[in-house]
């Protein structure tokens, strides 16, 4: 069932993308406190508008996390009303990794080609043509979402990279806190946006194929 899979996808993306958000809140919170004692004690050339910011920056990722517990909860309730079951307390998610769906396909004709080892190149039943049309636009969207996909995982790697960087220039007093805050934020946005683009390209999957097992 569709919502199903959407939804047990929704609750495996959260979880990603509140690990990320409780990691950098993390880095706002230890940012903010060594920006007060540097501002408190004199140090360096830090104002109040710097600590302003990270306190903003923090006050942000603070709201990610209560949106993504929110939707994590109602992901859950929607699976417990569409599978007819409760869950029995905290379930535990924390082993299946948050992966894309196995599909490399690009076109409906390669798809159809290895679904039915009797079909001859070129040539496809009528049952399939029937609904080629319904499944060429779902293969669209399955392949807007891979290339947002494959886009997003090189952002990611290049993010990471970015803020380990910054994090530690800040740790060694040799970092400012603007670009500390700019590093977080990026990450932040890259790195939970790679994980909405993972969610996107399974339901795009997902629905090109719930298309094909109506024909």
């Known amino acids: 069932m569709l919502e199903v899979k959407r ?3 929704l609750i495996l993306a959260r979880r ?4 990320i958000s409780r990691e950098v809140q993390g880095h706002f ?4 406190t060594q920006a007060e004692k540097k501002f408190e004690e ?7 508008s710097a600590i302003t910011k990270l ?3 923090l006050t942000g990722t603070l709201n990610d996390i209560v949106r993504f517990e929110s939707d994590t909860a ?3 309730l929607r699976l417990e009303q569409y599978l007819g079951i409760q869950w029995a307390g905290d379930v535990d998610i924390s082993g299946p990794k948050f992966r894309p769906a196995d599909f490399p396909y690009k076109t409906v004709e390669e798809y159809l080609k290895k679904k039915s080892s009797s079909s001859k190149p070129g040539k496809m039943k009528k049952t399939d043509r029937a609904g080629l049309f319904e499944r060429r636009a ?9 290339e947002k996909l494959v886009l997003g995982r090189k952002s990611r790697k290049m993010t990471r990279a970015l803020l380990v960087t910054e994090v530690a220039n800040y740790d060694f007093g040799i970092g400012n806190e603007s670009d500390l805050f700019e590093a977080l934020i990026i990450y932040t946005r890259v ?3 790679y994980y909405d683009t993972i969610y996107d390209f399974n339901l795009a999957v997902h629905r090109f194929m719930k298309i094909d097992s109506e024909r």
């Open 191 to 193: 790195l939970v946006g």
């Open 55 to 57: 306190k903003l920056g």
């Open 29 to 32: 919170e230890k940012a903010v």
């Open 7 to 9: 939804n047990y996808d």
């Open 42 to 48: 004199g140090e360096g050339d830090i104002s109040q």
């Open 16 to 19: 990603e993308q509140l690990e």
């Open 74 to 76: 109602l992901a859950k």
């Open 138 to 146: 779902a293969m669209i969207e399955v392949n807007l979402a891979r």
